[in-house]
């Protein structure tokens, strides 16, 4: 009788109730100080887990910035490491922040971290795009990346390629 959502106008509380539980339904307060109370028939707990599903879908992915760190005495193996890092976390579309952290007597050489930074932001060109060239402050140089779009179908493309033919003769 109810579930059409149509108004049932002005009635006592009791028949409302009763109303309610004949449709195994909640009596729910809408407005208190209107005059009349305004109240709803509804499946609460239906209503409740609603509302929690379009909260969960109007918030927003927070993107964080994943930190990198390094020295310019890195080795290539351990900048190797760093690639597969960074790559995990772009790939996750978290931005990256990779820091060369000098130490008195490498001041000297920025060239040498910048070098370094500007390796692995070219090995890392493919998944993300540089968002800060390398920029010496205080005793760090700083390079941030972010997560390029991705394309599910290249990636899909290139694994048909690997697949046997089904062993034809030749």
């Not at 290539?76 to 008195?104: N, P, S, W, Y």
Request: hydrophobic residues 35%; charged residues 35%.
């Amino acid at each position: 009788m109810v579930k059409d959502g149509n108004q049932l106008g002005v009635m006592p509380t009791r028949q409302a109730l009763n109303l309610a539980e004949d449709d195994g339904l909640d009596l729910v307060l809408v407005a208190e100080k209107a005059q009349p109370p305004v109240v709803r028939i509804i499946d609460f707990g239906r209503w409740k887990y609603e509302q929690s599903k379009l909260k969960k879908e109007s918030k927003k992915k927070v993107q964080e910035v994943k930190g990198i760190n390094l020295t310019p005495r890195t080795g290539e193996h351990d900048i190797m490491v760093v690639v597969k890092k960074a790559t995990k976390f772009l790939l996750d579309g978290d931005k990256v922040r990779i820091v060369c952290r000098f130490r008195q007597r490498e001041l000297v050489h920025p060239k040498v971290g910048e070098t370094k930074l500007k390796n692995i932001a070219n090995l890392l060109e493919e998944y993300g795009k540089l968002e800060r060239d390398p920029a010496l402050a205080g005793r760090e140089m700083v390079i941030v990346l972010s997560p390029k779009p991705q394309s599910g179908g290249a990636n899909k493309n290139v694994k048909a390629e690997d697949v046997p033919d089904g062993g034809q003769e030749i």
